[in-house]
């Protein structure tokens, strides 16, 4: 159940609005019988990364995957589907600090009235850790709240740019839907 989840964990941290719309993960049945997986790269840390490995010990004890830098798939008997989770995560976490990938993820800005979330970048560097790379100068355009009548009850004057992180801290972030899509944010 534990690479379940950390599946679960690493496509919910791809979500943005946009990567969920075209990319996603498949996991399917065989009819011989077995298992196939397909999980997408594009516009994730993974994009570009490859491997490839073939396991056939006989009929009823195969598996295959690779990455081809766009979709990391596999196949295997119908004992494999943790096993291609499992090796799926392990591809994750030997290439995460490869990747120069760049997330946009949001952190609160504490105003009185209401939530206000302002991007920051950063770097994943673990299944669910996230080292600040860069906090961008406030632009009111980039704000997200939860609700869209709430950018009306913003009093820019009182918009507080100082924020409780800096470069280099180490984040952990959650899926949040705004009033327009799903952003991640910090916790």
């Known amino acids: 159940m534990k690479d379940l989840q950390s599946i679960q964990n690493w496509y919910k941290l791809q979500c943005n609005g946009d990567w969920e719309h075209e990319y996603g993960i498949k996991i399917q049945t065989l009819d011989n019988p077995g298992w196939n997986i397909s999980i997408d790269l594009i516009n994730t840390i993974l994009q570009g990364f490859t491997i490839e490995k073939n396991v056939d010990n006989n009929d009823n004890d195969w598996f295959y ?12 008997d ?46 994943m560097i673990g299944l669910s850790d996230f080292e600040i790379i860069s906090i961008p100068d406030i632009d009111l355009k980039d704000l997200k709240v939860l609700d869209i009548d709430d950018f009306e009850k913003l009093n820019v004057e009182k918009l507080i740019t100082d924020i409780n992180y800096k470069i280099g801290d180490i984040v952990k972030c959650d899926l949040l839907n705004f009033y327009d899509y799903p952003s991640l944010v910090i916790l």
């Open 78 to 123: 119908s004992n494999k589907l943790s096993i291609l989770l499992e090796e799926f995560i392990s591809f994750v976490l030997q290439n995460i600090g490869k990747s120069n990938y760049l997330y946009t993820v949001y952190a609160s800005i504490d105003l009185s009235n209401v939530r206000v979330f302002r991007p920051i970048e950063v770097k």
């Open 65 to 76: 995957f690779k990455s081809d830098g766009k979709v990391f798939s596999g196949s295997g």
